[in-house]
């Protein structure tokens, strides 16, 4: 009330001061921008924009929007945009196709919705769009609004030279941070209003999104996230009990390897012992729901589902949000296309229960559940008319142990799954999931094609050690120093993310791998990690 006052008695007596002062402001600013662009140039265009704005008219345009998924992690090679481009270009007959993946890892439907303001203009062909994934993977909130006018700002040239000067005052040489696991983490509660607000602003971007099309008048393909429910469970480790957490971290570890291994009789009384003391989290019901589905129960999957929605650190999609997306879906009429990869992808697993098979993480699909996908929008845009259909070219069904001879055809297939296997072993294990089983499993099939990798060895060193197995952590991270690997090699987190945390866990350093004499079951814990 008083700022209102003030404000009224400045207009009111000291008008030509304040409107001098207004003026004097604009003007600086304006002068300011001037000289900065001077130096820093006009704000860049981001690359992957750049292709939008190349659009030849007799090319059958597509624009596709999202977050990893899209972008094709961890193997864009593989990815169901690269596999559409393959599949066009053998059915355009010399028509040319320009295929605009926009798509950034870890993209949430707010940014979506602000890379869908900016380039439906160019009037594309087609809109693609698969978001869902990332709505609680950045901690603060804001909406596209608030958002853009955050982008605006940080592209005037006197920002961008004001952080040009910070960071070449700021100037350090850059290292690798002395821990990368943090030592706790914080589930989201479902009953927070920051839970709800989320929810609300998902539903109300892809609202916008469809709205956008429509009025576009651009054929819109969107598409439900898939997850995997079967080898994927909720987030536990370093979670505090109170936000889905659990008490005995190791009682879970070794209950779920056992899972994973078929060591059924073996992880039912651990089940018991867990279900005694929690009966409520997202890991007891995934635990409980694992063994129901080796039974052959049909409860199984609904139990996998509610395990994966009440997962404390939701990084894959919920299933209201596919439900709003099968209701914003409604079909040719209005031009929006569903591709429900939710459902495609159960109907294809066993039991109804998509895995490894389908996804490779969480949520990131294999190169068959993205060959599954790249059928689906192929159907898509024949039955949008933006491509006539031919009953001669319509894409090959191939079952899973075929799919290995379609994949030589796009790339060199052996380096590539070497490549996959070690990146989703990284993935799999760092924070928030710690998925070390998984992580172990890839590491193996990696193995399988080059068995002196010392990447291979020292990941499996660590992840051995981080589970307090000392023998077998030593024997493979002494086996990485015989295929090559440095010390350094070996603390470097872009190779091996958690050596040092490895290390330190069971308090040994690395002395006590080049020393041969050293007993393999002692450890040294007074022995400090360089």
């Given at each position: 009330?008083?700022?209102?006052?003030?404000?009224?008695?400045?207009?009111?007596?000291?008008?030509?001061?304040?409107?001098?002062?207004?003026?004097?402001?604009?003007?600086?600013?304006?002068?300011?921008?001037?000289?900065?662009?001077?130096?820093?140039?006009?704000?860049?265009?981001?690359?992957?924009?750049?292709?939008?704005?190349?659009?030849?008219?007799?090319?059958?345009?597509?624009?596709?929007?999202?977050?990893?998924?899209v972008v094709g992690k961890l193997m864009p090679e593989w990815?169901?945009?690269?596999?559409?481009?393959?599949?066009?270009?053998?059915?355009?007959?010399?028509?040319?196709?320009?295929?605009?993946?926009?798509?950034?890892?870890?993209?949430?439907?707010?940014?979506?919705?602000?890379?869908?303001?900016?380039?439906?203009?160019?009037?594309?062909?087609?809109?693609?769009?698969?978001?869902?994934?990332?709505?609680?993977?950045?901690?603060?909130?804001?909406?596209?609004?608030?958002?853009?006018?955050?982008?605006?700002?940080?592209?005037?040239?006197?920002?961008?030279?004001?952080?040009?000067?910070?960071?070449?005052?700021?100037?350090?040489?850059?290292?690798?941070?002395?821990?990368?696991?943090?030592?706790?983490?914080?589930?989201?509660?479902?009953?927070?209003?920051?839970?709800?607000?989320?929810?609300?602003?998902?539903?109300?971007?892809?609202?916008?999104?469809?709205?956008?099309?429509?009025?576009?008048?651009?054929?819109?393909?969107?598409?439900?996230?898939?997850?995997?429910?079967?080898?994927?469970?909720?987030?536990?480790?370093?979670?505090?009990?109170?936000?889905?957490?659990?008490?005995?971290?190791?009682?879970?570890?070794?209950?779920?390897?056992?899972?994973?291994?078929?060591?059924?009789?073996?992880?039912?009384?651990?089940?018991?012992?867990?279900?005694?003391?929690?009966?409520?989290?997202?890991?007891?019901?995934?635990?409980?729901?694992?063994?129901?589905?080796?039974?052959?129960?049909?409860?199984?999957?609904?139990?996998?589902?509610?395990?994966?929605?009440?997962?404390?650190?939701?990084?894959?999609?919920?299933?209201?949000?596919?439900?709003?997306?099968?209701?914003?879906?409604?079909?040719?009429?209005?031009?929006?296309?569903?591709?429900?990869?939710?459902?495609?992808?159960?109907?294809?697993?066993?039991?109804?229960?998509?895995?490894?098979e389908l996804v490779a993480d969480n949520c990131h699909p294999?190169?068959?559940?993205?060959?599954?996908?790249?059928?689906?929008?192929?159907?898509?845009?024949?039955?949008?008319?933006?491509?006539?259909?031919?009953?001669?070219?319509?894409?090959?069904?191939?079952?899973?142990?075929?799919?290995?001879?379609?994949?030589?055809?796009?790339?060199?297939?052996?380096?590539?799954?070497?490549?996959?296997?070690?990146?989703?072993?990284?993935?799999?294990?760092?924070?928030?999931?710690?998925n070390f089983a998984a992580a172990r499993m890839y590491l193996?099939?990696?193995?399988?094609?080059?068995?002196?990798?010392?990447?291979?060895?020292?990941?499996?060193?660590?992840?051995?050690?981080?589970?307090?197995?000392?023998?077998?952590?030593?024997?493979?991270?002494?086996?990485?120093?015989?295929?090559?690997?440095?010390?350094?090699?070996?603390?470097?987190?872009?190779?091996?993310?958690?050596?040092?945390?490895?290390?330190?866990?069971?308090?040994?350093?690395?002395?006590?791998?080049?020393?041969?004499?050293?007993?393999?079951?002692?450890?040294?814990?007074?022995?400090?990690?360089?």
């Amino acid at each position: 009330m008083k700022i209102c006052v003030l404000a009224n008695s400045l207009l009111r007596h000291k008008a030509p001061a304040f409107i001098g002062i207004v003026g004097v402001t604009i003007l600086l600013v304006m002068a300011c921008e001037f000289f900065s662009e001077l130096v820093v140039g006009p704000a860049p265009l981001e690359p992957r924009f750049a292709c939008t704005r190349s659009k030849d008219k007799d090319a059958l345009t597509i624009f596709a929007y999202g977050g990893s998924t899209v972008v094709g992690k961890l193997m864009p090679e593989w990815g169901f945009i690269e596999q559409l481009r393959h599949t066009l270009v053998d059915r355009l007959e010399g028509q040319k196709l320009h295929l605009c993946n926009l798509a950034v890892a870890g993209q949430d439907s707010t940014s979506v919705l602000l890379d869908v303001k900016r380039t439906i203009d160019y009037r594309p062909d087609m809109l693609i769009v698969f978001s869902g994934h990332n709505e609680f993977i950045k901690r603060e909130f804001d909406i596209a609004e608030v958002r853009g006018l955050r982008e605006w700002a940080a592209s005037l040239s006197t920002v961008r030279a004001l952080n040009r000067l910070r960071r070449n005052l700021n100037r350090r040489p850059r290292r690798n941070s002395p821990s990368a696991m943090p030592r706790s983490l914080k589930g989201y509660d479902r009953n927070g209003a920051d839970f709800r607000a989320r929810v609300r602003r998902y539903d109300a971007n892809m609202a916008s999104i469809v709205r956008l099309a429509k009025e576009a008048d651009i054929p819109l393909a969107l598409g439900t996230l898939p997850a995997n429910l079967r080898d994927w469970p909720p987030a536990f480790k370093t979670l505090d009990p109170a936000s889905g957490g659990v008490e005995n971290e190791e009682l879970v570890t070794g209950l779920l390897r056992n899972v994973f291994e078929g060591r059924y009789m073996e992880a039912i009384a651990a089940q018991r012992e867990l279900s005694s003391r929690d009966s409520q989290s997202a890991i007891a019901s995934y635990v409980k729901a694992r063994l129901l589905l080796a039974k052959g129960a049909k409860s199984a999957r609904n139990r996998l589902v509610h395990a994966k929605d009440t997962d404390p650190i939701p990084w894959r999609a919920l299933s209201q949000f596919n439900e709003q997306i099968r209701r914003l879906a409604s079909g040719k009429d209005d031009g929006v296309f569903l591709i429900d990869v939710e459902r495609i992808f159960a109907n294809a697993a066993d039991d109804g229960v998509p895995g490894f098979e389908l996804v490779a993480d969480n949520c990131h699909p294999t190169a068959y559940g993205n060959y599954i996908i790249t059928r689906e929008l192929l159907r898509v845009i024949y039955e949008s008319g933006i491509l006539d259909f031919d009953e001669h070219k319509t894409l090959r069904v191939y079952d899973l142990a075929e799919f290995d001879a379609f994949l030589v055809s796009l790339n060199n297939l052996a380096g590539l799954k070497m490549d996959y296997r070690l990146k989703n072993a990284r993935y799999c294990m760092k924070v928030p999931f710690y998925n070390f089983a998984a992580a172990r499993m890839y590491l193996l099939q990696a193995r399988q094609h080059d068995a002196s990798d010392w990447r291979i060895s020292a990941n499996l060193g660590a992840l051995a050690l981080l589970e307090g197995d000392v023998r077998e952590g030593k024997a493979e991270v002494r086996r990485s120093l015989q295929e090559g690997a440095t010390p350094h090699d070996l603390l470097d987190r872009k190779h091996v993310p958690y050596m040092r945390e490895a290390l330190a866990h069971v308090g040994l350093g690395l002395s006590d791998f080049t020393n041969t004499n050293t007993n393999e079951t002692a450890s040294s814990p007074n022995e400090q990690m360089p």
